[in-house]
């Protein structure tokens, strides 16, 4: 039996944005546990365990596994975190359950049909190769004869290089694990053009609000234009004029909000800029999504979250070093 007071307990100590927890009944009075809407273990008889994986695994000094579950005939390998290690085991095990199979690359998400694959290929190779020989990628993606052995490639592909390149840029701008900053000033805005934030609009701006809006990365001329922009609304920045930026937000939740809303299936509201060179109008959806629209291509794209819409912006780019400017008038503010 597990009491209220112990599932409180777990709940406050892990719940948050980033991993945000749920529950089922499960035998004699005890709960199955959820992450993300993933099933991640429960709590069982005043203790928290996790299914077993290889890293809360080595972190715990490798204990024996129990067994528990919805029933005794539906029983999983689970493993008995120690209240010390609760946090800790929770960002291991999400990261090797699920953030390791997540998708960051698909070559035939470039467009529909053979033809585009093909006229993307020879680009797709430079990039791969590239990838390997700066050791992003854990293994050759290439043949002997330099054709790609493989369409799609997961975050468990990557090797740490690949997986800290993007979210340490994001860390440069100012962004960290756990951030959370007063959106005010972005929710009066939204207000005042009657586009009351969504949830995850809400969430997303807390997270990322008042980042660093201008990257200097082939750019090294800090008085030029920088050639990749984080601008979310208000921009409040630093040469944007007020009246492009009103317009900007106008149309992005007015007319050219249908055709977004048409492609995510639910309600949409728009974020601001974010991209290379030509930046690409973005959008949030209720589920948390972002939809991008570029003016060089008609297609709308799809990302889980910033960090893959900044792996597609950046994909061509080559840089050895990056200069970030603030937003100016939030600066000392967020």
């Known amino acids: 039996m597990t ?161 800290v390149l993007f979210p340490r840029l994001m860390e440069y701008a100012g962004w960290q694990e756990g951030r959370k900053v007063d959106i005010s000033i972005a929710e009066q805005y939204y207000a005042d053009h009657g586009v009351p934030m969504m949830k995850t609009t809400q969430r997303f701006y807390r997270k990322y609000f008042g980042l660093c809006c201008e990257w200097y990365l082939e750019q090294k001329k800090l008085n030029w234009a920088a050639d990749f922009q984080f601008a979310l609304f208000p921009y409040l920045v630093n040469g944007i004029k007020n009246h492009l930026e009103e317009a900007y937000f106008r149309d992005m939740s007015g007319c050219e909000l249908a055709e977004i809303e048409q492609a995510a299936g639910e309600k949409c509201q728009p974020i601001g800029h974010i991209g290379y060179y030509y930046p690409a109008e973005v959008w949030i959806s209720e589920c948390g999504k972002l939809y991008a629209k570029y003016e060089y291509q008609d297609e709308i794209e799809c990302f889980p979250d910033v960090f893959a819409l900044i792996e597609r912006e950046l994909r061509q780019c080559k840089f050895d070093s990056a200069a970030m400017k603030t937003v100016e008038a939030l600066d000392g503010k967020v």
Request: glycine residues 4%; charged residues 25%.
């Open 3 to 163: 009491s209220i007071d112990f599932l409180n307990k777990v709940h406050k100590s892990l719940d948050s944005q980033e991993y945000n927890l749920s529950y089922s009944p499960a035998k004699s009075k005890n709960y199955m546990l959820y992450c993300n809407g993933n099933f991640i273990g429960g709590l069982f008889d005043e203790e928290l365990c996790f299914v077993y994986a290889d890293s809360v695994s080595e972190l715990l000094g490798q204990p024996e596994p129990v067994y528990h579950g919805y029933s005794s005939t539906a029983q999983h390998r689970m493993l008995v975190i120690p209240e010390e290690h609760w946090a800790k085991a929770l960002k291991l095990l999400y990261a090797e359950k699920f953030d390791w199979s997540r998708l960051v690359y698909d070559i035939t998400y470039t467009s529909i049909g053979a033809a585009v694959v093909e006229d993307f290929y020879d680009e797709n190779v430079v990039f791969l190769r590239f990838c390997f020989e700066k050791e992003l990628l854990k293994k050759d993606p290439l043949d002997r004869q330099g054709r790609i052995l493989r369409m799609v490639y997961l975050n468990q592909d990557l090797t740490k290089a690949g997986k």
